[in-house]
């Protein structure tokens, strides 16, 4: 009797803590969902609404046009076009590159592989601005200022963290999986693309999510190298929309300022997490699941 | 074939015990040559984006040079000026030291409870996950642009949520109290790769070790003390580590929404650098500035490293 009342009151006091727990996660949530939420609700208003206190959250009628109107401000098709070039190009290189030097490093012998990857794990300490600024003046000295070879040629020489993560995920697959194939004479590169890459697709995936992400958002190098306005990307395009409306330093529409485009702004900034929000959507197991289970094996 | 071909030039009863080794060595040469190849891209990239640029880099630092005429070399005079007469440079290490100080413990906390509390098969909560985890994938850009929005002290959606509890907002971005901390908060959308590396490092935890402690009389805290933060530290060890890398190189946000203001509040070394770099043209200076940096990052990694040997537990496996 003693134990089944423990039992019971174990169980009480679970669901007790469950319910606690989910009480605690949804306040939890408030920050990073009212946001977004605020931020839609703001690009479907009109610009009168915007400035009512209390807030409307659902605007009447929801102005849809306002995506529309906002892709009309600055030629923002051209901007996709350019990100488009800056995005994929890049995400290809960074993919392939990296996944054939991650499969050297992880599962082909040589002599003094194991250093070489010890210094490649280490340039992942090193702060970008420290290489960031000569490489700027070498590219300024060739003329690629106004181009999009700086921003696409390095990544096709791979990337550290990704290499890093492609190898992670290959050192679990099994050993001798390349033993016949190499009695056969396969080349290791025919090896790598014959019998690994296709194993490698999580990873593949999960790599290419991240690359994708990572360029779609940059903004740093776009605005460094990018300086004609028929060059520039979305990122550049989004942020030079907000500093039209808001003058130098810093932005006015965190300051006490009305503005009579910000739902413009809004709708532009919404579209602008559209494609990443698409992206996590389709793919979440791959953010989730794969970069703990294949990149952190800690 | 090429095997064949030895063969025949070996004596019979020699070659016998040695074939295998000889055969292997000729295949484990080609895979040698073939595995440098196949690394060579990031080698060259490693030469051509890093170490040559480091090394010019560190040669540019100790110059004077504004890229149109060629550089002026002057010792460590950059330092010189950096240490003792440039007044921004203690102001943007300022900064930068108080948002890394505040903002890498914040997520380490943050990452710590979430994580816990997601550790969980209750229902909900892969949605839980998703909504923590989703304002970290979204562009930069976009998320200041919003959260200028947010922290706008009239229309914004912090003080209007404020006011609703009876708290009277500050001007956040345009306050020089307040618009760091605004940054700070703004931080904490990125909490969500964080929080996943945590939930990993707590998925491992040994539930023998926990339900072992509980009959043994372990509370909670117990329970937190003596497992779950010894087991899980070699992950706090790297959030940290991540978080005290991307706290010094924090530039968007502050470009983007305060531009290192009011009254260089929020003047991150990052826009010192920027600026001199690409404002002002000081080449041979930004670089002095970007060896502060890394130098700066190296020696944390470095102390860390060192004392988490007092307290990270690694199981050797």
């Not at chain 1, 194991?114 to 700027?136: E, H, Q, R």
């Not at chain 1, 300024?140 to 963290?161: C, E, K, M, Q, Y």
Request: net charge positive.
């Amino acid at each position: 009797m003693a134990s089944m009342n423990f039992i019971r009151s174990h169980k009480f006091t679970d669901r007790l803590s469950q319910g606690g727990r989910l009480i605690l996660l949804l306040i939890l949530a408030i920050p990073f969902i009212f946001p977004l939420i605020w931020l839609a609700s703001t690009a479907l208003k009109s610009p009168t609404e915007i400035y009512i206190s209390p807030p409307i959250w659902i605007p009447q009628p929801l102005r849809w046009r306002n995506f529309i109107d906002a892709w009309n401000v600055a030629p923002f098709g051209k901007f996709l076009v350019n990100t488009m070039i800056t995005t994929f190009i890049p995400m290809m290189g960074e993919v392939f590159i990296s996944a054939m030097v991650a499969y050297s490093f992880a599962r082909v012998k040589w002599p003094g592989r194991d250093k070489i990857f010890s210094l490649c794990l280490a340039t992942m300490i090193l702060p970008g601005i420290v290489t960031f600024i000569p490489t700027f003046v070498m590219f300024a000295r060739i003329g690629w200022i106004n181009t999009f070879l700086p921003l696409v040629v390095p990544s096709l020489f791979g990337s550290a963290f990704y290499i890093f993560l492609f190898k992670q995920f290959m050192m679990n697959l099994p050993m001798g999986l390349e033993e016949a194939a190499r009695i056969d004479g396969a080349s290791t590169f025919q090896i790598f693309t014959k019998i690994i890459l296709p194993l490698l697709k999580p990873a593949l995936a999960t790599v290419a999510i991240f690359s994708f992400l990572a360029r779609w958002q940059d903004f740093f190098g776009p605005m460094i190298y990018l300086q004609k306005a028929e060059l520039k990307t979305l990122m550049l395009g989004l942020s030079s929309f907000e500093s039209m409306m808001s003058g130098a330093g810093g932005s006015a529409i965190g300051g006490g300022f009305v503005s009579s485009n910000l739902h413009l702004l809004m709708a532009m900034t919404f579209l602008m997490n559209l494609p990443c929000i698409f992206v996590f959507v389709i793919f979440q197991k791959y953010f989730i699941r794969d970069m703990v289970m294949s990149g952190f094996k800690l | 074939m090429t095997v064949q071909i030895d063969q025949h030039n070996q004596v019979g009863e020699l070659y016998i015990p040695a074939k295998p080794w000889f055969g292997m060595s000729r295949l484990r040469r080609r895979e040698a040559i073939d595995g440098m190849l196949m690394a060579l891209p990031w080698i060259v990239g490693f030469i051509l984006f890093i170490a040559g640029p480091m090394l010019f880099g560190a040669y540019t630092a100790l110059t004077e040079w504004d890229i149109i005429s060629s550089p002026v070399f002057i010792g460590f005079g950059n330092f010189r000026q950096m240490f003792t007469i440039d007044p921004r440079f203690w102001q943007s290490l300022k900064v930068t030291f108080t948002y890394t100080a505040i903002s890498a413990p914040l997520h380490v906390v943050l990452s710590f409870v979430l994580a816990s509390l997601l550790n969980s098969k209750a229902p909900f909560i892969n949605f839980f996950r998703s909504t923590y985890y989703l304002p970290s994938i979204l562009p930069v850009v976009a998320t200041a642009v919003l959260w200028s929005w947010v922290f706008n002290p009239n229309f914004g959606l912090l003080n209007l949520g404020l006011a609703t509890i009876g708290i009277d907002g500050p001007m956040w971005l345009s306050d020089k109290n307040w618009a760091l901390a605004a940054i700070i908060i703004m931080n904490i959308m990125y909490v969500g790769p964080n929080m996943i590396i945590m939930l990993a490092g707590l998925q491992r935890v040994p539930i023998e070790l926990v339900e072992a402690a509980k009959l043994d009389g372990a509370n909670r805290w117990h329970l937190l003390r003596y497992i779950t933060i010894p087991m899980t530290s070699s992950v706090i060890f790297l959030i940290v580590i991540f978080n005290i890398n991307s706290s010094f190189q924090t530039f968007t946000q502050a470009f983007l929404m305060t531009g290192g203001g009011p009254q260089y509040s929020t003047y991150f070394f990052m826009l010192h650098i920027y600026n001199q770099a690409w404002v002002s043209f000081n080449m041979g200076y930004a670089s002095a500035l970007a060896w502060v940096m890394f130098v700066i990052i190296i020696s944390f990694v470095f102390i860390h490293f060192r004392l988490s040997r007092l307290w990270v537990y690694s199981d050797v496996d």
